[in-house]
């Protein structure tokens, strides 16, 4: 009796169904992982603009709260150093080693698209303007469209304190700024600090005299 010996092995058809299996399996792990990988970059990127809001939100409320009441003497009266306006704010602050150290005229408002910084040393004869060429500038932060300041005191020594666009006493430093950035995406993050020092030191190492090509 002939004993019959079945080959060993996988037929052409079976081939082809485990090599499109295989494939299948091989498209779906390479899309998991593409997924995996585009949602960590992701993570990662919303993660450092994060940090990169926290730390201008602490640098911001850190400057607000020292802003300091330097003043000038025009006409017998001292005139403190605070120009607060909705779009922008000037005043005096006192910035890092890093940044030149120091007091300095400070300018923060929202430019080209970012939040900017604009200084320069506040020297006795530095005039209290406009930004010019000799201010060096930095970016706080990319991605604001729109700055909204408003600031909080009296207005003058009869009123009651409240919330205004601008900031028009000119012997004091509001009690509280609050400063609000639009950023590119619509969304609307805000800061608001306590000024330390509001009223002007009255001490005669504060004062500077205006310089004479001053407007």
Do not use: C
Not at 85 to 113: C, T, W
Not at 121 to 147: I, K, Q, Y
């Amino acid at each position: 009796m002939t004993t019959r010996r079945q080959s060993a092995g996988f037929t052409l058809i079976e081939v082809l169904i485990g090599t499109a299996v295989l494939a299948i399996m091989m498209t779906l792990l390479t899309s998991a992982l593409f997924t995996m990988t585009r949602s960590a970059r992701a993570g990662e990127a919303r993660m450092e603009e994060l940090d990169s809001t926290q730390l201008a939100h602490a640098f911001l409320r850190r400057q607000l709260q020292n802003a300091f009441p330097l003043t000038e003497r025009v006409d017998g009266d001292e005139r403190a150093l605070f120009d607060g306006r909705a779009n922008r704010l000037r005043f005096v602050g006192h910035l890092p080693i890093a940044e030149g150290g120091g007091l300095q005229f400070l300018e923060i408002g929202a430019k080209d698209g970012a939040l900017e910084m604009r200084y320069r040393d506040a020297w006795p004869d530095a005039p209290f303007t406009s930004p010019n060429a000799e201010w060096r500038s930095r970016t706080l932060l990319p991605g604001v469209e729109r700055v909204r300041w408003r600031y909080f005191g009296a207005t003058d020594d009869k009123s009651l304190a409240r919330w205004t666009d601008e900031w028009v006493r000119r012997d004091r430093l509001p009690e509280l700024i609050r400063v609000e950035l639009e950023h590119d995406d619509r969304s609307v993050t805000a800061v608001i600090a306590e000024v330390r020092v509001p009223s002007a030191v009255a001490r005669a190492a504060l004062f500077r005299t205006p310089p004479e090509n001053a407007p």
